[in-house]
C-alpha cells in the first residue's frame, strides 16, 4: 500500500495549474484576428484614398500607380495583423504587479511555422512577378522613340538631343512620343526624377543607365534630383516642358539657330565677331556648367545661395575672378564652405571658354 501512495498524491494534485493571465479567455487567437481584420480594412481604405503622387503625366504612370496600390493592399494587413497580435500580447499577457513567476511553458508549432513562412513568400514572390512584369512593359523599347542624353553635375541637368543637334540646360519634350532617356554624371552619383513621370534613375560614375518613357501630358514640370550629392543638392533642380509636336519642333529650330547647329557651349563663335562675341558665350558657359545652381547673378536670372554672390565683382580683378573658377579653394570667402565647387573648371573649360566667362562675370555686376 506504501508502495502506491505517491501515486494517490500525485492524483490528488489534480490537473496542473492554469495561467491565471489566460482564465476567461476562450478565444484569444479569433479575438485578435478579428481585431486585426477590422483594422487592416481600416489601413487599406486610409492608404487608397490618400493621393500619394502629383498629376500623371506619362503613360507609365497609370501602370506604376496600380502596382503601387496594390503593394499597399498586400503590406497593410501584413503589417497591421502581426503589430496587432504584438500590442495585444503585451496588454493582455502582460505580468501582474508583483508576479515575478515564469510564463506558462510553451512548445513549438510546426504548422504554425510553415504557414507564417509560406504565406509571406508566396506574397512577396507574387508581388515581385507582377513589378517585374510592369517595369519590363514599361521599359520595352519603342518605335520612333527619340533620344535625349541626360547629364547630371553639381548642381545642374544638362540635355543633348543627338538627332536633332541641340543642347540644352532645360528639358523640352513632344507630346506622345516614346522617349529614350540615357543618363550620365559628370562628377558624383545623381538621381534623375521627374514626379510626374514617376520613373527615376540614378545617375552613376562611369556608367550610362536607361529609362524609356511617353510623356501624355502638356504641362511644365520639374526635374529633380533625389539623390544626396553635395551641399547644393537641394538647388539641383531645372524644368521640363511637354509641348505639342509642332511647337517642340518650333523650338527645336529656334535652338539651332540661337546655338548654331546646337555647338557646346563656349564654341559657338571666336572673338568679338562670332556667334555675339565673348560675353555672349561667357554667359552660354555660366549657365551650361550649372553655376547658377549655386550663385546669384542677376543678369543670368541666377539666384543660387551656396556660393558667393556673383552680382558683387564690381572692385574685383581678372586674376581673382579666373584663379577662383580654376583653383576654388584658393581663397574661400568668408560664410561660405570649402570643396563644393568643382576644382576640375581648368580641365573642362579651354582657355578661349576661361576667358568668356572671366569677362561675362565682370561686365555683368550690378
Known amino acids: 500500500m506504501s508502495e502506491r501512495e505517491p501515486i494517490a498524491q500525485d492524483t490528488a494534485k489534480g490537473p496542473p495549474e492554469t495561467d491565471p493571465r489566460l482564465e476567461g479567455e476562450k478565444h484569444p487567437v479569433a479575438r485578435m484576428i478579428a481585431i486585426g481584420v477590422i483594422a487592416s480594412l481600416v489601413g487599406i481604405a486610409i492608404t ?13 504612370a497609370g501602370d506604376i500607380d496600380t502596382l503601387y496600390d496594390v503593394l499597399l493592399i498586400c503590406s ?15 496588454v493582455r499577457f502582460r505580468a501582474k504587479p508583483g508576479d515575478m513567476g515564469d510564463g506558462p511553458p510553451i512548445h513549438g508549432n510546426t504548422r504554425l511555422e510553415v504557414i507564417w513562412v509560406t504565406i509571406p513568400f508566396i ?10 512584369i510592369v517595369l519590363n512593359d514599361i521599359e520595352a523599347k519603342a518605335q520612333d522613340q527619340m533620344v535625349v542624353n541626360v547629364t547630371g553635375q553639381q548642381f545642374t541637368w544638362t540635355f543633348e538631343y543627338p538627332r536633332q543637334n541641340v543642347n540644352s540646360n532645360e528639358l523640352v519634350l513632344p507630346v506622345d512620343r516614346p522617349i529614350e532617356f540615357k543618363i550620365k554624371t559628370k562628377d558624383v552619383l545623381h538621381s534623375f526624377w521627374v514626379p ?8 552613376v560614375p562611369g556608367l550610362t543607365t536607361i529609362i524609356r518613357l511617353e510623356p501624355d501630358r502638356v504641362g511644365r514640370y520639374e526635374v529633380v534630383c533625389a539623390e544626396l550629392c553635395g551641399l547644393g543638392h537641394s538647388t539641383m533642380r531645372q524644368f521640363v516642358r511637354v509641348l505639342p509636336a509642332d511647337d517642340f519642333d518650333g523650338w527645336v529650330e529656334k535652338q539651332r539657330q540661337e546655338g ?17 562675341g565673348a560675353a555672349a558665350d561667357g554667359e552660354q558657359i555660366f549657365t551650361a556648367q550649372g553655376c547658377g545652381s549655386c550663385h546669384t547673378l542677376a543678369a543670368a536670372g541666377a539666384s543660387g545661395t551656396v556660393g558667393p554672390d556673383l552680382g558683387k565683382l564690381e572692385n574685383t ?3 581673382f ?3 577662383s573658377i580654376v583653383d576654388p579653394s584658393a581663397e574661400v570667402e568668408q560664410g561660405f564652405p570649402d570643396g563644393v565647387m568643382p576644382a576640375d573648371f581648368g580641365d573642362k573649360l579651354s582657355p578661349e571658354e576661361l576667358d568668356a566667362l572671366v569677362k561675362y562675370l565682370l561686365e555683368s555686376q550690378e
Open 123 to 132: 506574397m512577396v514572390t507574387a508581388l515581385a512577378i507582377y513589378g517585374w
Open 321 to 323: 575672378v579666373r584663379e
Open 260 to 276: 548654331e547647329g546646337g555647338a557646346p557651349a563656349g564654341e559657338s563663335g571666336e572673338g568679338e565677331g562670332g556667334g555675339g
Open 76 to 90: 497593410v494587413p501584413v503589417f497591421v495583423l502581426v503589430m496587432t497580435i504584438a500590442i495585444y500580447s503585451v
Open 317 to 319: 580683378d581678372e586674376a
Open 48 to 60: 487608397l484614398l490618400i493621393d500619394w503622387f502629383p498629376t500623371s503625366a506619362s503613360g507609365a
Open 196 to 203: 510626374e513621370f514617376r520613373l527615376k534613375s540614378d545617375a
